[in-house]
């Protein structure tokens, strides 16, 4: 069992920035997948960012369009620490962010289906 916990939602103002923290157990975090979703009221949860393993020490990045150039998601494997730093936030990205663990690597990794456990969410709203 792997369990995460996210911390750094809130209230923010456009333009402003945040950054979302995720915790994970677990004593092989570093080949770890690990990805963030966001679910706005009466929408689907939807891919954001996802950093993963690429054996040894290489990990990639990826990230949805409409965060491109906004959002960066790093890790700390020392701290089994995923991070979402978000800039120039607006006002639709408004929504409940999840960060999503895959132990295996098995997948796409801007697949929910890939994704063996989520953390309870955080939500960060962005007023205009």
């Known amino acids: 069992q792997v369990q995460l916990v996210e911390s750094g939602g809130g209230l923010v103002q456009a333009g402003d920035s945040l950054r979302l923290s995720c915790t994970a157990s677990g004593r092989t975090f570093s080949s770890y997948d690990m990805g963030w979703f966001r679910q706005a009221p009466g929408k689907e949860r939807q891919f954001v960012a996802a950093?993963?393993?690429?054996?040894?020490?290489?990990?990639?990045?990826y990230y949805a369009d409409h965060v491109k150039g906004r959002f960066a998601i790093s890790r700390d494997n020392a701290k089994n620490t995923v991070h979402l730093q978000m800039n120039s936030l607006k006002p639709e990205d408004t929504a409940v962010y999840y960060c999503a663990a895959d132990p295996d690597g098995v997948g796409w990794y801007y697949d929910r289906a890939e994704y063996d456990y989520w953390g309870q969410g955080t939500q960060v709203t962005v007023s205009s």
């Open positions: 950093i993963t393993w690429n054996g040894g020490i290489s990990y990639r990045t």
